[in-house]
């Protein structure tokens, strides 16, 4: 984010922010899944602050980062290094939605379809969709390039337009030339 952006984030979010590539720390392994510098709110942190004082026997679920850009669209970020679980992300979309509608931060669902997106980053490696094959993934990325279509996995597709503008599944690699180089291009050019 810019200064600018971070200067005009709401106060309770301005406590939280951090690097991408430590929102993305897989810390059972110690391992960063992206090593970008762009600062974003660790958002893993919202929670606890926002159950304190209201007695609940747990605190809600949460994505990994949030992210607004100079446009005014924001991004939620969630990296999962290892197994998906499609239940517990989809309780992470909701409870994190629920504790930004509930603080104000942003006013309707109406706001949040028209912007804010979705971006689940996922180690290709490790989540295994079907048994490897080199020739098919090629033949797959080609027909998906002429097509002028984006992958989208574990059911985020579902979320487009009903919770969110845009969805997107993104491998580290992805991730990178899909969100990050433009986004650092985009803050280079508005600082």
Known sequence: MTEEVMESLPEKLKPHICTLKRASMDTTKNIPMCESGIEVVNFDKIPNEFARGRGWSSVPKSNDAL?????????????KNGTIKTHEIYRKLYDS???????????????IRNHVNYILVYNGEKTERIQPSVNRDATYEYITQLAKQEEKLFGIEKFEKYLFNETHTYTPDLFEKNFIRPKEEEERRNS
């Open 67 to 79: 992210y607004k850009d100079v446009d005014g669209k924001w991004f939620f970020v969630e990296f």
């Open 97 to 111: 939605l629920i504790m930004l509608l509930e603080w104000g931060i942003f006013p309707s669902f109406d706001f």
